[in-house]
C-alpha cells in the first residue's frame, strides 16, 4: 500500500517544517507548493502518476501569479480563492484551509465566498499537536501511527 499523498500548499519554509514535524510518524508523503502554479503542477504529476492527494493544507494568503489566466485578483487573499475553485473542480478530497486571515474581513469574506465550504479552517499557527489532530481526522492512520509523536 503506498503513502497517503498530502498536498500543502504553502510559501513559507517554516510552515513547511512545521508540517513535516506535525506528520512525523504518519504514513504520508507532503508533497509542498509555494504556488498556485506549483499546486495545480503538483495535481497534474500526481495524475500522471495514478496517484491522488488524501488532503490538501491550503494556505489562503498565496502569492504569486494568477492561477487561472485572464483573472484580475486584487491581492494574495483572492489569488487563494481562485485557486480553492480550481482545487475543488480538479480533486474531491478534503481541503483544510490554513489561514492567519481566518478572523480578519479579508479571510471572512474570502472564506464565506468558498463554494463548496473547504472542509475545515485551521489557525495557521496551531500547536503541533492540534494539526496533528486535524490531519489524523482527515486521514486513514492506525492506532500506533495515532499515538507516535
Known amino acids: 500500500m503506498s503513502k497517503q ?7 513559507r519554509a517554516e510552515q ?3 508540517v513535516q514535524r506535525a506528520t512525523k510518524g504518519l504514513d504520508v ?21 495514478n496517484r491522488s492527494y488524501n488532503l490538501v493544507l491550503f494556505d489562503l494568503d498565496l502569492p504569486g501569479p ?3 489566466p485572464g483573472n484580475t485578483c ?7 480563492k481562485v485557486l480553492y475553485d480550481q482545487l475543488r473542480s480538479l480533486i474531491s478530497c478534503p481541503i483544510v484551509i ?12 474570502a472564506i464565506a465566498a468558498m463554494d463548496p465550504a473547504p472542509d475545515k479552517v485551521v489557525d495557521k499557527y496551531p500547536s ?22
Open 66 to 68: 494568477n492561477p487561472v
Open 98 to 109: 490554513l489561514s492567519a486571515y481566518a478572523e480578519l474581513e479579508p479571510g471572512i469574506q
Open 16 to 18: 513547511h517544517c512545521f
Open 128 to 149: 503541533i499537536a492540534e494539526l496533528r489532530e486535524v490531519l489524523l481526522s482527515y486521514l486513514q492512520c492506525s492506532v500506533q501511527e495515532r499515538v507516535a509523536v
Open 29 to 49: 508523503e507532503c508533497v509542498f507548493a509555494c504556488t498556485a502554479t506549483e499546486a495545480l503542477d503538483a495535481l497534474e504529476k500526481a495524475k500522471l502518476s
Open 5 to 11: 499523498l498530502i498536498l500543502i500548499v504553502e510559501d
Open 74 to 80: 486584487r491581492n494574495n487573499i483572492d489569488r487563494g
